[in-house]
């Protein structure tokens, strides 16, 4: 482990996995729109999602997707490792009150190069609605 508490590469092995969950609030999608500046009326206009395919709102993608980040810096491989890649596949919307469990599991460690290879996947009460693959930069022990 790393002084502030995230492993480092040493320490990873494939099949390593970690969780973490979070409810979309109502607050979530609307500070989501201000700061990103998505203001799709699907995310925020109840009688226009209700025309949609969806048939109501729903959440913005990437706010949905950063339970993965949250994961990554928080679980597994924790505090100090930095993002360098994600690829994202949208399988099911996520609407204001769901709860997005994030899954996140190693798949190949580099500790030459202090990279590692996770799987994510995001599921709401069971039911897949994000999958793919995150490359990260980690620590590693005595640097």
């Not at 409810?23 to 209700?50: M, P, Q, W």
């Not at 994961?71 to 709860?99: E, K």
């Amino acid at each position: 482990m790393n002084e502030l508490g995230g492993y480092n590469v040493e320490d990873l092995k494939v099949g390593m996995s970690a969780t973490y969950a979070k409810t979309i609030t109502e607050a979530d999608i609307v500070l989501f729109a201000a700061v990103s500046g998505d203001n799709n009326a699907v995310h925020l206009n109840e009688e226009f999602a209700k025309t949609t395919v969806f048939g109501g709102r729903i959440a913005h993608g990437m706010l949905s997707a950063s339970v993965i980040s949250a994961a990554i810096a928080g679980r597994l491989p924790g505090p100090g490792t930095v993002y360098l890649g994600q690829n994202l596949q949208f399988r099911a919307p996520v609407r204001p009150g769901d709860t997005v469990q994030a899954t996140i599991t190693v798949t190949e460690v580099n500790v030459a190069r202090k990279r590692v290879n996770l799987s994510t996947e995001c599921t709401v009460a069971g039911k897949t609605v994000i999958t793919g693959e995150a490359l990260v930069m980690v620590t590693a022990a005595g640097t």
